[in-house]
């Protein structure tokens, strides 16, 4: 079946179309840059923009994947968990196609959506596997035993996400928002041994991150530079934060890999673009015999391709719709990949 997906928990309308793990088309309009001058999202510009931009979003993916709405044969749409507005912009306007097309709608689960993604570019994902979540709101360690129904938290961050420090780290070095990429550039031209930053949680025998007490010590180091008259190296400090938060990241995971015997990684999110996390992932993956799955980083940030890959899942499943009065849920747990 062909499944239409809509994606808009945040600041991307996302429109994917997918055919099992076949990715047919997928187009994103983001409002980001409405965003730059207060260094965050603000809700009401992104409820606005994905008012705008949802109609023309979906006809470009239409255009892009060669067919035509009446294709369609569900609709999957993200039902949380994100920006309240913005959540019911994307499920308002799939209850309208579904009613229109009279095809069944599924509300999903955006964070489960960034692990099924996976599929579309390396297929069926090995049953079990374990999923590293790291994105701009959350970072959390799963165990995915079915992508449709089966998804376990085994730990996650106790104060920032992942993608939450880039940008906050990012800020204190004078780095436009977003940061993570901003700060990956400057980390390529840094001596990531040159500072040791704290490993929040490390061997504390749980798979629970906390970036906070990181941030606080890069904060401090920027201070102290600043009142000693220190030349601060934003390239070495930004070379040293990643390498913090890639350690932690890649010891936890593989080791949640090595205690429930699971032979794949999957990492997704927006910060699985990270070129320090995705380089030492591949060092400790091989080093365990750990099979590494990363998707490109077009389909690690938001977009609509995921839900729909999420939604094919769910239909292969034969799970059943959402009725017309799906609601949102802004903290839609990641253990329910159908919001009922
Ligand atoms: P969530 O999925 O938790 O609701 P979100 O959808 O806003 O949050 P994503 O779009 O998945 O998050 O990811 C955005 C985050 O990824 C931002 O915090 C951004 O700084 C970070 N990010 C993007 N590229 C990189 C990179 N190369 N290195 C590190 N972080 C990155
Ligand atoms: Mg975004
Ligand atoms: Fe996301």
Redesign the pocket.
Known sequence: PLILGIET????TGVGLVRGCELLGDEVASSVEQHVRFGG?VPEVASRAHLEAMVPTVHRALDGAGVKLSDVDAIAVTAG??LAGALLVGVSAAKAYALALDKPLYGVN??VG?VAVDQLEHGPLPKPAIAL???????SLLLVRDVATDVRSLGGTVDD???????KV?RLLGLP?????????AAREGDPMSIRFPRGKWGDGTYDFSFSGLKTAVARWVEDGQRNGDALSVPDIAAAF?AS?ADVLTRKAVDACVAHGVGTLVI??????????RALAEQRCAEAGIELRVPR?RL???NGAMIAALGAEVVAAGLPPSTLDLATDTSLPVDRPLAV
């Open positions: 928990s945040c600041d991307e999202v968990p994100g955006h964070l960034h979540l790291v994105s701009g709101g959350h970072t996400a992942a993608g939450e420090a880039y940008d990012a928002y977003p940061g993570g990429p901003h700060i990956d550039r990643q938060v997704s999110g927006g910060v699985a673009a990270n070129s320090g996390l980083p690690c940030t938001d």
